[in-house]
């Protein structure tokens, strides 16, 4: 199992920058959310992935615990581990995650092991 990685954070004149990923073979998405929405329960065996929550309203299921993370916050979810992701009400708008996967990324990859919508 890959260790976290750390973002890395600089400060410049003109403002900063946060760095996710250096010279690392990784695949970056944006995943968005609709209002009273929520993907599968889901695990991978071959990537870790990194969200970064680009909006407030974002909640996360992570191995049975279920959170409401800040806007800017990093989690970490590593192989093997149970995630989902939800939009918070059906009266507030989308939210969209930061997704950067680590490992081996094929869509093929997805155990669901809960889906509203009937897929496998």
Same mark, same amino acid.
């Given at each position: 199992? !890959?260790?976290?990685?750390? /973002?890395?954070?600089?400060? +410049?004149?003109?403002?900063?920058?946060?760095?996710?990923?250096?010279?690392?073979?990784?695949?970056?998405? #944006?995943?968005?959310?609709?209002?009273?929405?929520?993907?599968?329960?889901?695990?991978?065996?071959?990537?870790?992935? &990194?969200? $970064?929550?680009?909006? /407030?309203?974002?909640? $996360?299921? &992570?191995?049975?615990? #279920?959170? !409401?993370?800040? +806007?800017?916050?990093?989690?970490?979810?590593? $192989?093997?581990? !149970?995630?989902? &992701?939800?939009?918070?009400?059906?009266? /507030?708008?989308? $939210?969209?995650? &930061?997704?950067? /996967?680590?490992?081996?990324?094929?869509?093929?990859? #997805?155990?669901?092991?809960?889906?509203?919508?009937?897929? +496998?």
């Amino acid at each position: 199992m !890959t260790s976290k990685p750390a /973002s890395l954070h600089v400060d +410049k004149p003109w403002g900063s920058f946060d760095q996710y990923v250096l010279n690392t073979p990784c695949t970056v998405k #944006i995943l968005t959310c609709n209002p009273g929405q929520k993907l599968s329960l889901q695990r991978h065996r071959h990537r870790n992935e &990194l969200w $970064v929550a680009l909006d /407030s309203g974002v909640v $996360v299921e &992570l191995d049975g615990r #279920i959170f !409401t993370p800040d +806007k800017g916050a990093e989690i970490w979810l590593p $192989v093997g581990s !149970t995630h989902r &992701l939800s939009c918070a009400g059906s009266g /507030s708008s989308p $939210v969209r995650v &930061l997704e950067i /996967s680590l490992g081996t990324f094929d869509e093929n990859d #997805i155990e669901r092991l809960e889906d509203v919508y009937g897929r +496998k």
